[in-house]
């Protein structure tokens, strides 16, 4: 038996490689569509669900493909997958582009899925590129694929049970839940679980353990923010002697820094202990929390701008809605630049390890964030669209270059 599920597999990977695609390829959605996904995605966000409520996701079939290609653009670039409805049915097609190799440049596949009963599925029919997979195979594999998948993701097993009805027509498709708030936290750790490996897992659990000491050891309520940034890049420098991975180090490093700025833990979603709520203490630049958290939030938000597990946590859109919206401050872009210029050496395996040496013996806010002199702040839009017309503006590309040129000065940004 194992041998034949064996052949089968080897077989139906050699004929689903092809040099042509079974999904073409398909343009980036426009901003409309991709609002029209997102409030899609917010409507039925669990965090809005009342334990007493049913609730019910209605698509059609271009939303359907709207949101495949948002899932193409936004997580997986390589995949390419469509939806077509019939009654009580779904077919699937994916194309998944391979990296270079003899055999051919994508992996083409197709599912025709049945809901029997409203809610169970059957697998009616797989075709691995120009190969149909006999019925009695899939008959022979169904058994020993619900027990990989009942061993391995016993938690999503669990979340089907949510899952009231699923109703299919030619047009759209339509799934009724219920989900209670107490499921919230499992959900959460189920995304988390599916997107974290091991490695990445134990890397935020440990940088949140240091800035829970670090935090510890500072006396007063309000300090600079050079007085964690030296400590938790020192142990970022310690670790990435002994791993060889300072960019792997700094990126986790910056995003603990951001995640705290915002009143976020991502160890509390990685972690299977409860954790510690982390002391609190006001973070200053220039002697302002404003500048402080521009500065860490950019250079966190580049830590997490591929990474999927980021949304599974909630950290991006907490780290891309901080800012409180008091008008348009140059001030505030140059702590945006900045922290922009200290994640692009942070991730550039040429300067990483450079970087933690200078973070780490860091004695001077001058080095990381220059003069803020005289730079006009508090515009509103009126105001700045008489002044500076627009963000193409001569005008305005001109205050920008002043800030670079400002931030040119500071140490921790010279190669």
């Known amino acids: 038996m194992l041998l034949l599920l064996a052949a089968s597999v080897i077989t139906a990977a050699l004929y689903s490689i092809d040099d042509n695609a079974l999904v073409s390829s398909t343009s980036e959605l426009v ?3 991709m609002e029209q996904i997102k409030g899609i995605l917010r409507a039925n966000n669990p965090s809005t669900i009342l ?7 209605q698509l059609s079939n271009e939303q359907s493909n709207q949101l495949l290609r948002y899932v193409n653009q936004v997580y997986l670039p390589a995949l390419r997958a469509r939806s077509i409805f019939d009654k009580d049915r779904v077919y699937l ?6 990296p270079q190799n003899p055999l051919g440049r994508f992996f083409n596949m197709a599912v025709l899925i049945k809901i029997e009963y409203g809610k169970y599925l059957v697998i009616e029919k797989i075709n691995f590129g120009r190969l149909s997979v006999p019925r009695f195979l899939i008959n022979m594999a169904s058994p020993y694929v ?11 097993v669990a979340l089907w049970d949510h899952v009231k009805r699923i ?32 490695e990445l897992r134990a890397r935020i659990n440990a940088y949140h353990a240091e800035m829970e000491q670090i935090l510890e050891r500072l006396l007063s309520r309000e300090q600079s923010i050079i007085n964690v940034i030296s400590p938790l890049f020192s142990f970022a420098e310690k ?39 982390l002391k609190k203490i006001k973070f200053t630049l220039k002697e302002r929390a404003d500048l ?10 580049n830590a997490v701008s591929d990474a999927a ?8 859109k907490e780290l891309k809605d901080s800012d409180g919206g008091s008008g348009f401050s140059f001030v505030d872009l140059m702590a945006d630049i900045a922290g922009n210029k200290l994640a692009a050496l942070a991730f550039d395996a040429s300067s990483a390890a450079m970087l933690q040496q200078r973070l780490k013996n860091i004695n001077s806010e001058q080095a990381i964030m220059g003069d803020i002199s005289y730079l006009p702040e508090g515009l509103t839009a009126a105001e700045f669209k008489m002044e500076y017309g627009s963000t193409r503006s001569e005008e305005y590309t001109e205050m920008v270059r002043e800030i670079e040129r400002r931030l040119l000065l500071c140490s921790a940004y010279q190669r």
């Open 93 to 98: 097609k994916a194309s998944y582009e391979l």
């Open 292 to 301: 402080a958290k521009h500065f860490l939030v950019s250079a966190a938000i």
């Open 31 to 33: 901003t409309e569509e």
């Open 309 to 316: 597990w980021s949304n599974a946590i909630g950290l991006q």
């Open 146 to 156: 619900l027990d990989v998948i009942k061993k391995h993701y016993a938690s999503y």
């Open 167 to 198: 109703d299919v027509s030619r047009s759209d498709i339509t799934l009724h839940y219920q989900l209670d708030r107490a499921d919230l936290t499992s959900l959460k750790k189920m995304a988390s679980e599916a997107l974290l490996d091991d």
């Open 51 to 57: 334990a007493t409520g049913n609730k019910k996701l």
């Open 239 to 277: 670790r990435s002697r002994l791993n060889h991975q300072p960019v792997e180090e700094n990126r986790i490093a910056l995003l603990t820094l951001g995640a705290y700025m915002v009143g976020k833990a991502p160890a509390k979603y990685t972690s299977d202990k409860p954790v510690k709520v």
